[in-house]
């Protein structure tokens, strides 16, 4: 199995925890969304990835893309531990937060975007940077509020879900744009919990073997 992977890489950072969460080793290859204009953008990358975007994940000859495809194609396959829940209602309820932060929070704020608003509408450092908050904030709100239940560990029940595998990379994310997140605490007592398990360690930024 391969992930074609970058390091900073929300969208990969998903997948790269459910790997470990499953124990399911994988090669990593990485695809530098900056250098030479951008890795994703070559011919090469192209034929494995129309979108133009990472992860994507190569298992024997089946290659798929979207990280929260990924992520249901991985539990499908390999069900044991499992990233989803029996019960339905809980299943809904995991999904639709998952997609609350990889359909509304991520894509207003990944490369692409924010290369847009410089590139094309010549936003400042600082004005992207506001653009960024906002919009982080605002999801954050909305994702506290989905989390009344949680016992602080994890998102939904007593271990963790797909909705634990998107909540910490994008915390991290926003801890990395200086955002603070003490306001939400359910989310920050997710991420401090997530963040002593092995599994989430090794999925981090810094633990990739294209960090710099």
Request: with cysteine; glycine share 4%; proline share 5%.
């Amino acid at each position: 199995m391969k992930l074609y992977s970058y390091f900073r890489s929300s969208a990969a950072y998903r997948v790269r925890i459910a790997l470990n969460l499953k124990g399911l080793p994988a090669e990593i290859v990485p695809v530098h969304l900056v250098k030479n204009g951008g890795e994703q953008h070559s011919a090469e990358y192209r034929q494995l990835n129309a979108s133009e975007l990472v992860p994507t994940l190569i298992d024997d000859t089946f290659a798929l893309s979207q990280s929260l495809s990924i992520l249901e194609y991985l539990d499908e396959k390999y069900p044991e531990p499992a990233l989803l829940p029996k019960q339905i209602q809980q299943r809904a309820l995991i999904r639709a937060f998952s997609q609350n932060i990889a359909c509304d929070i991520h894509p207003l704020n990944n490369l692409r975007v924010l290369q847009y608003l410089q590139n094309v509408f010549a936003l400042s450092e600082g004005e992207k940077s506001t653009w960024y908050k906002h919009w982080i904030e605002l999801g954050m709100r909305s994702l506290e509020a989905q989390l009344t239940e949680s016992n602080g560990q994890f998102c939904f029940g007593e271990q963790a879900t797909f909705a634990d595998c998107c909540l910490i990379p994008q915390v991290y994310n926003a801890k990395r744009f200086n955002i603070d997140v003490s306001a939400f605490p359910k989310i920050e007592s997710i991420y401090q919990h997530c963040m002593t398990l092995d599994a989430f360690q090794q999925a981090a930024p810094e633990a990739q073997i294209d960090a710099s």
